[in-house]
């Protein structure tokens, strides 16, 4: 039976936060929505005509799975990094994801997926560990 409580990585936070990478002690983006529900990780970055440089979503899933943790890039009209998350925020798989593209999925399980500005993709690599900060969130 999967586990379907949320891992410590994510648990309490709410509306936006900032995502750092504490491997290299540096920050990832300063505003990025989280994203539960089903319809709010469906939407993810759809219909947008630009995302900030310190904008981006965290989709959290309810599993950790190759599957469940794909995205597709309809309806989004601009390149994004994309890195893969497991439980404790370890990135387990990163892409540039292009635009009208209807298939990405993880090179390993993930339970999250972070979507942020393409010039973010050396921002954090396979092994490196993110961090997030509802206090550090930009407004």
Not at 52 to 71: K, P
Not at 74 to 87: I, K, N, S, T, Y
Not at 111 to 119: F, H, K, M, S
Request: with cysteine; hydrophobic share 45%; proline share 5%.
């Amino acid at each position: 039976m999967p586990d379907l409580s949320e891992p410590a990585f994510s648990s309490g936070h709410q509306g936006a936060c900032a995502i750092g990478n504490r491997t290299r002690g540096a920050p990832l983006a300063g505003q990025v929505r989280i994203c539960r529900s089903f319809g709010s990780r469906l939407r993810g970055l759809m219909m947008r005509r630009h995302l900030g440089s310190e904008q981006g979503a965290l989709l959290v899933m309810s599993t950790t799975s190759r599957i469940d943790s794909a995205i597709h890039m309809l309806f989004v009209f601009f390149p994004l990094a994309v890195f893969w998350l497991d439980e404790d925020g370890v990135v387990v798989s990163r892409c540039l994801a292009k635009p009208w593209r209807l298939f990405y999925a993880p090179q390993r399980p993930a339970r999250y997926v972070l979507e942020v500005a393409q010039a973010r993709i050396d921002s954090a690599a396979v092994g490196d560990c993110l961090a997030l900060d509802a206090a550090g969130a930009a407004r």
